[in-house]
């Protein structure tokens, strides 16, 4: 008889123990005692083997699908800091408390992203989902299995690589995510260890797929204390080190711009929160790769450590990848107060002094603090640490900062899916930054995930119906077929209500009937079509379904009266089939407006905004220490509020800061300021000592380099070349 491996889902003759194939032994136990023992099955279909992987969020193994006959990927969902497996047991253990309403979120949040993944077969760069399901208290995702290495593996074993052969990599991707990007989802874990070559040998036409995306990563880390697992330093930016930064396809944009600079340069980029205090990343072309100029700017555009600078969408970076020209993204600069070594002390250090001395004479001048230690650092009197204002309201992050001596500059709104509406989703400064007193700092309010007015579709034809969700701007589409009466391949259904608000990147289930059975009803006997124009949707009804009819109802939005019927497929008088169904279209009333966040925008913006949906605007004015004189500081309703035409909104407009308060504050500082010209005074003096001092220190070094050379001589000693006369006069 034929046995299967459990290591590489072949068979074998079971006289055997070990697979000839690949070398697992028979009943070799599981890795961990949590990992599910090999042989088990899910579902009465999928076998599963030996463990491929395994890290905080999960479990991967080797299996094999009976009803299919092939080979599979099975990942687990099993988050360590919430759930466990006892031994020998299939059903997980899942911790009480705050913990167990995390893990179900995570748990949820994992299948619904496969269920959406799984639209994208057809999307090379993306590994096909098969299946996934719930079982043993937790769920499973089953999924090709990809036979190759990982781009961290290939990168290891070859070096790095030309840009003719890493560009068409990162293009593959870049496709890839900007498809799945639309659909509102983000990977927030690309790194080389996440990208599987499926081609190794070929490295002049490497074919990839993306693996591991972060969905239960991200759900679980929200609120708990494993933020630091999900971290790739050097792949993440700035944004995932904050537990509540806006992470958006900029996010993707940045750890594939990383992963590219390390097949390129060989190099991991800088850990991103050091690069935000300095910025020491090198150009590819300054560690000798060849490529070219526009690819480079393109590249370090994406690699910008600043949510503002960099590139926002896989659809930009991709082009910009291979346009002929492109142009460097200006960089926000920091007003942090860094002191620059002067002139005169690199020309000192040139001299052969020895370091020690130069440091001396650093700190003499002031231009290394003198209490720098290695314990805790000490802030300049006229320094300030920047709070985390992230996820907190305007009033509430002007305040926190207005405590540390800091201003704020409400610099735009954003849509975010992450941070609630009227919440600050970006700060110009990471949590604890050291920056002058009196710096405004530049943040972003955000709007809340971005919404459309779902559109009319019952009753419409699957392919109409689609377009309509997708010219509204709704991607994440899914059909569900149903076997119920009505006109075959038209929608009787839809997830969520025509005309609301709805989450642009909500999951819209649309149910199309299949039922073909009966559409021309009774052609030996024809009956009258009646005129239901005008009648309400009862009153039609009722006299279609005494003539013998069925009703497909269609609704529109109209400046008829709700529920009145606008149009009828057959005309009045025509004969029709008893039985068969007929298009009915009724009056949904006016279409339905909702408000708009104008906040932060100009008055112009805002104006023309509110007039194009036919509202009435009246404006106010006050002033503002965070808003630009011009910029909305309020509206009189309520984002994402029904409306009407004709409505009237009051916008209250920034006149930017009261000049009053200004010169109160000016008056207040006058003596901190005559106190800080003294200062600045006293410090040029010393400078101007230290220099002379320096200089006679030169002066004796190069006495005594003289005197020892001369003396040399005099012995017939023979020179040391590598002598440093500075070390002698400080010993």
């Given at each position: 008889?034929?046995?299967?491996?459990?290591?590489?889902?072949?068979?074998?003759?079971?006289?055997?123990?070990?697979?000839?194939?690949?070398?697992?032994?028979?009943?070799?136990?599981?890795?961990?005692?949590?990992?599910?023992?090999?042989?088990?099955?899910?579902?009465?279909?999928?076998?599963?083997?030996?463990?491929?992987?395994?890290?905080?969020?999960?479990?991967?193994?080797?299996?094999?699908?009976?009803?299919?006959?092939?080979?599979?990927?099975?990942?687990?969902?099993?988050?360590?800091?919430?759930?466990?497996?006892?031994?020998?047991?299939?059903?997980?253990?899942?911790?009480?408390?705050?913990?167990?309403?995390?893990?179900?979120?995570?748990?949820l949040k994992t299948l619904d992203e496969a269920r959406r993944l799984a639209k994208?077969?057809?999307?090379?760069?993306?590994?096909?989902?098969?299946?996934?399901?719930?079982?043993?208290?937790?769920?499973?995702?089953?999924?090709?299995?990809?036979?190759?290495?990982?781009?961290?593996?290939?990168?290891?074993?070859?070096?790095?690589?030309?840009?003719?052969?890493?560009?068409?990599?990162?293009?593959?991707?870049?496709?890839?995510?900007?498809?799945?990007?639309?659909?509102?989802?983000?990977?927030?874990?690309?790194a080389p260890d996440n990208i599987y070559v499926l081609n190794p040998d070929d490295?002049?036409?490497?074919?990839?797929?993306?693996?591991?995306?972060?969905?239960?990563?991200?759900?679980?880390?929200?609120?708990?204390?494993?933020?630091?697992?999900?971290?790739?330093?050097?792949?993440?930016?700035?944004?995932?080190?904050?537990?509540?930064?806006?992470?958006?396809?900029?996010?993707?944009?940045?750890?594939?711009?990383?992963?590219?600079?390390?097949?390129?340069?060989?190099?991991?980029?800088?850990?991103?929160?050091?690069?935000?205090?300095?910025?020491?990343?090198?150009?590819?072309?300054?560690?000798?790769?060849?490529?070219?100029?526009?690819?480079?700017?393109?590249?370090?555009?994406?690699?910008?450590?600043?949510?503002?600078?960099?590139?926002?969408?896989?659809?930009?970076?991709?082009?910009?990848?291979?346009?002929?020209?492109?142009?460097?993204?200006?960089?926000?600069?920091?007003?942090?107060?860094?002191?620059?070594?002067?002139?005169?002390?690199?020309?000192?250090?040139?001299?052969?002094?020895?370091?020690?001395a130069v440091i001396a004479v650093l700190i003499f001048t002031g231009t290394i603090?003198?209490?720098?230690?290695?314990?805790?650092?000490?802030?300049?009197?006229?320094?300030?640490?920047?709070?985390?204002?992230?996820?907190?309201?305007?009033?509430?992050?002007?305040?926190?900062?207005?405590?540390?001596?800091?201003?704020?500059?409400?610099?735009?709104?954003?849509?975010?899916?992450?941070?609630?509406?009227?919440?600050?989703?970006?700060?110009?400064?990471?949590?604890?930054?050291?920056?002058?007193?009196?710096?405004?700092?530049?943040?972003?309010?955000?709007?809340?995930?971005?919404?459309?007015?779902?559109?009319?579709?019952?009753?419409?034809?699957?392919?109409?119906?689609?377009?309509?969700?997708?010219?509204?701007?709704?991607?994440?589409?899914?059909?569900?077929?149903?076997?119920?009466?009505?006109?075959?391949?038209?929608?009787?259904?839809?997830?969520?209500?025509?005309?609301?608000?709805?989450?642009?990147?909500?999951?819209?289930?649309?149910?199309?009937?299949?039922?073909?059975?009966?559409?021309?009803?009774?052609?030996?006997?024809?009956?009258?079509?009646?005129?239901?124009?005008?009648?309400?949707?009862?009153?039609?009804?009722?006299?279609?379904?005494?003539?013998?009819?069925?009703?497909?109802?269609?609704?529109?939005?109209?400046?008829?009266?709700?529920?009145?019927?606008?149009?009828?497929?057959?005309?009045?008088?025509?004969?029709?089939?008893?039985?068969?169904?007929?298009?009915?279209?009724?009056?949904?009333?006016?279409?339905?407006?909702?408000?708009?966040?104008?906040?932060?925008?100009?008055?112009?913006?805002?104006?023309?905004?509110?007039?194009?949906?036919?509202?009435?605007?009246?404006?106010?004015?006050?002033?503002?220490?965070?808003?630009?004189?011009?910029?909305?500081?309020?509206?009189?309703?309520?984002?994402?509020?029904?409306?009407?035409?004709?409505?009237?909104?009051?916008?209250?407009?920034?006149?930017?800061?009261?000049?009053?308060?200004?010169?109160?504050?000016?008056?207040?500082?006058?003596?901190?300021?005559?106190?800080?010209?003294?200062?600045?005074?006293?410090?040029?003096?010393?400078?101007?000592?230290?220099?002379?001092?320096?200089?006679?220190?030169?002066?004796?070094?190069?006495?005594?380099?003289?005197?020892?050379?001369?003396?040399?001589?005099?012995?017939?000693?023979?020179?040391?070349?590598?002598?440093?006369?500075?070390?002698?006069?400080?010993?």
């Open positions: 008889m034929n046995r299967l491996c459990m290591g590489c889902m072949k068979e074998y003759d079971d006289q055997f123990s070990v697979c000839p194939h690949c070398g697992y032994a028979f009943n070799t136990p599981p890795k961990q005692s949590y990992h599910i023992p090999p042989g088990s099955v899910l579902r009465q279909r999928y076998i599963v083997g030996k463990v491929l992987g395994f890290g905080g969020f999960g479990i991967t193994y080797v299996g094999w699908d009976y009803v299919m006959e092939r080979k599979v990927a099975i990942k687990e969902y099993l988050p360590s800091e919430f759930a466990t497996r006892m031994p020998t047991q299939l059903k997980v253990t899942v911790y009480s408390g705050d913990r167990e309403e995390q893990y179900r979120e995570g748990l994208f077969e057809a999307v090379p760069g993306i590994v096909q989902i098969y299946d996934c399901f719930e079982e043993n208290g937790t769920s499973y995702i089953i999924m090709e299995f990809l036979e190759g290495t990982s781009l961290k593996e290939y990168l290891a074993e070859h070096g790095k690589m030309t840009p003719e052969q890493a560009l068409p990599v990162v293009q593959q991707i870049a496709f890839a995510m900007e498809e799945v990007h639309k659909t509102g989802i983000l990977h927030r874990d690309i490295p002049d036409h490497l074919q990839v797929k993306l693996l591991d995306f972060g969905a239960a990563r991200y759900a679980t880390t929200k609120h708990s204390k494993s933020l630091s697992v999900i971290i790739k330093p050097g792949y993440a930016p700035e944004e995932q080190y904050r537990s509540r930064g806006d992470q958006g396809t900029w996010t993707d944009v940045y750890a594939l711009a990383a992963t590219f600079y390390k097949m390129l340069t060989g190099v991991t980029p800088e850990d991103a929160m050091e690069r935000s205090i300095k910025d020491e990343v090198k150009r590819p072309s300054r560690l000798g790769v060849k490529l070219t100029k526009s690819t480079e700017t393109a590249l370090m555009n994406a690699l910008h450590v600043k949510v503002q600078d960099r590139t926002q969408t896989m659809e930009e970076f991709s082009k910009e990848l291979i346009a002929a020209e492109v142009k460097e993204r200006a960089v926000t600069k920091d007003r942090r107060d860094v002191g620059a070594v002067p002139k005169w002390v690199l020309a000192l250090a040139g001299t052969g002094l020895a370091a020690v603090p003198a209490f720098l230690s290695s314990g805790e650092v000490i802030f300049g009197k006229n320094e300030a640490r920047v709070p985390n204002v992230i996820n907190r309201d305007v009033t509430e992050a002007e305040t926190l900062l207005a405590e540390k001596e800091l201003g704020m500059n409400r610099e735009k709104a954003n849509f975010s899916e992450e941070i609630p509406m009227d919440m600050i989703s970006y700060q110009e400064y990471p949590e604890s930054a050291r920056v002058p007193k009196h710096t405004e700092v530049i943040v972003w309010v955000s709007k809340g995930p971005e919404k459309r007015v779902l559109p009319t579709v019952k009753g419409k034809t699957r392919e109409e119906a689609q377009k309509l969700l997708e010219a509204a701007g709704f991607q994440n589409i899914r059909v569900e077929e149903s076997t119920e009466e009505g006109v075959y391949d038209t929608i009787l259904g839809v997830s969520e209500k025509e005309g609301d608000n709805v989450q642009l990147s909500k999951e819209i289930v649309i149910t199309v009937c299949v039922n073909q059975e009966n559409q021309e009803g009774d052609a030996g006997d024809q009956v009258e079509m009646p005129e239901a124009v005008g009648m309400t949707r009862a009153a039609a009804e009722k006299l279609l379904e005494e003539a013998g009819l069925r009703i497909n109802w269609v609704e529109e939005t109209s400046e008829a009266p709700e529920g009145q019927i606008i149009a009828q497929e057959i005309a009045a008088g025509e004969k029709v089939n008893r039985n068969s169904f007929v298009t009915i279209t009724v009056s949904k009333g006016a279409e339905k407006i909702y408000m708009p966040y104008v906040k932060e925008m100009s008055q112009e913006e805002a104006v023309a905004e509110l007039k194009k949906l036919g509202l009435r605007v009246e404006t106010e004015e006050e002033y503002s220490d965070s808003a630009k004189a011009g910029q909305v500081i309020a509206q009189s309703i309520d984002p994402e509020a029904e409306v009407k035409k004709n409505d009237l909104v009051t916008l209250v407009i920034s006149k930017g800061k009261d000049p009053a308060k200004q010169t109160r504050a000016a008056k207040e500082t006058q003596p901190a300021r005559t106190q800080a010209a003294d200062e600045a005074a006293r410090q040029a003096e010393e400078q101007r000592q230290a220099e002379a001092a320096a200089a006679e220190a030169a002066r004796q070094a190069e006495a005594q380099r003289q005197a020892e050379a001369a003396a040399q001589q005099t012995t017939a000693a023979p020179a040391d070349e590598n002598r440093n006369p500075a070390f002698d006069m400080l010993n």
